[in-house]
């Protein structure tokens, strides 16, 4: 009986030097107690802990960071858009005030653009409502992108309105100065007529009809060529509105030059 129990003692001991367990690159000794007597491990080790749901815990923390994450920019987006939109809304407040307001557009001008801006209103209303309700950032972003493609009120709404304002503005000048030079050629033939001299006051009015004539080319024209203009045009062509303005300012000149010269010829008449 001596004999075995030194025997086991002996194996035992010696399993237990021997015995080790790795754990990362750290080689921890597991206690007697926590071997059998053959070597084998028991069931229960008190001393060591391990968290099963560790790396579970991670996976859901980070997803749940990064759905934050997801959110916020998302909001973000659409806080933005929703800012832009509004800013527009104002800006077209405004040209319908001044459309109204406007006493030299023509009817059929007048109708054009408030229909235009009235759609463009409408438009972006819809779009602010589809954005708010948008659940991914891809979709937000289109729909703020459709903001500028789809409207250009700053690009094209606003600038045509001021642009067929003045063309309109300058069409009703030029009709009145138009009548005008038939008004002074009449008095001329008739002062001609009587003998008079008139040769220096014809230079004047031949003048003042190639200012009023050119003049009223470049507004009937512009008119023309802008009041029919929608956002994919300006798309398609950044430029397409790109010298208008200079141009109406060089028939605003001619016009003036004009009215000098009627002014001029009114005054020659005086003195025949």
């Known amino acids: 009986m001596k004999t075995i129990q030194s025997t086991s003692t002996i194996m035992k001991v010696a399993i237990i030097s021997a015995a080790t367990v790795m754990s990362g690159f750290a080689l921890i000794p597991v206690p007697a107690n926590a071997l059998s007597l053959d070597g084998s491990a028991k069931a229960t080790t008190p001393n060591v802990k391990v968290d099963t749901n560790a790396n579970v815990n991670v996976t859901t923390d980070s997803t749940s960071t990064s759905t934050a994450n997801e959110k916020a920019r998302l909001q973000n987006i659409i806080t933005k858009g929703d800012q832009e939109i509004a800013r527009r809304l104002a800006s077209l407040s405004k040209l319908t005030s001044k459309i109204d307001a406007a006493t030299k557009l023509t009817n059929a001008d007048k109708a054009t653009l408030t229909a235009e801006v009235n759609a463009t209103t409408s438009g972006l209303n819809t779009l602010k409502a589809k954005l708010d309700a948008e659940t991914t950032i891809v979709a937000a972003r289109a729909d703020v992108q ?6 250009r009120v700053y690009a094209l709404v606003a600038p045509k309105v001021g642009l067929i304002k ?24 008739a002062a001609r007529s009587k003998g008079k001299n008139v040769d220096a006051l ?8 190639q200012k009023v004539n050119a003049s009223a080319s470049i507004s009937s024209t512009i008119q023309a060529k802008v009041i029919g203009l929608q956002p994919t045009d300006y798309n398609n062509d950044h430029a397409v509105l790109s010298g208008n303005s200079a141009q109406l300012k060089t028939a605003h000149a001619d016009n003036i030059a004009a009215y000098q010269d009627a002014k001029q010829i009114a005054a020659g008449l005086k003195g025949l």
Not at 146 to 151: G, P, Q, W
Not at 171 to 180: I, R, T
């Open 146 to 151: 459709s903001i500028y493609t789809e409207y």
């Open 166 to 189: 003045v063309a309109d503005d300058q069409q009703v000048a030029e009709e009145k100065l138009q009548a005008l030079t038939q008004k002074f050629q009449t008095r001329l033939n």
């Open 202 to 209: 014809e230079a004047v009015l031949s003048d003042m009809i």
